[in-house]
């Protein structure tokens, strides 16, 4: 990865805020308004990295870029493979559980934002809960990794 490339959490508080978003979804266990940082894992030599955003606190230009429409009990799931400044192609699934045991399939989509291929599916959240999440991302030459990790839904 270059040094010159934002993580995406940073690159995505960016978009959102330049979109007209309102605050960004606090950390997990806090309430200071940061935004959680993503969860990382690596395929081979590539970096995965995958961010959960309530869609209401998305812009319109950027909900519109992602495909997806905002609401008060959506969240986007977000998953960036990336190898240096290039996409590798990847199959991204997964699904999402609830506090109350709910489980939810992910039905990620490929959606090319400048220039890059990132994986977006939403899921249904109606905060305060607690998201569990398993993500499996498989590369074309049959490495996988798999990301388990859990996110604090606000009101």
């Given amino acids: 990865m270059t040094e010159r490339r934002l993580p995406l959490a940073a690159a995505m508080a960016l978009a959102l805020a ?21 969860e990382r894992a690596l395929l081979g030599t590539a970096e995965v990295e995958a961010s959960v955003v309530p869609t209401a606190r998305i812009g319109e230009a950027a909900a519109r870029q992602y495909g997806i429409d905002r609401a008060d ?14 996409a590798p192609a990847v199959t991204v699934s997964g699904h999402a559980r609830d506090l109350r045991g709910v489980r939810q399939t992910l039905d990620f989509a490929p959606v090319t934002v400048d220039g890059h291929v990132d994986h977006v599916a939403t899921a249904h959240a109606t905060g305060p809960d607690t998201l569990r999440l398993e993500i499996g991302v498989a590369g074309a030459d049959g490495a996988r990794t798999t990301l388990r990790f859990s996110r604090e839904i606000p009101r």
């Avoid at 330049?18 to 935004?35: H, K, L, W």
């Avoid at 959506?74 to 290039?86: H, K, P, Y």
């Fill in 18 to 38: 330049a979109c007209g978003a309102g605050p960004a979804a606090p950390p997990a266990g806090g309430d200071d308004g940061a935004v959680a940082m993503p």
């Fill in 73 to 86: 009990d959506r969240v986007l799931v977000l998953v960036s493979v990336r190898a240096g400044d290039t």
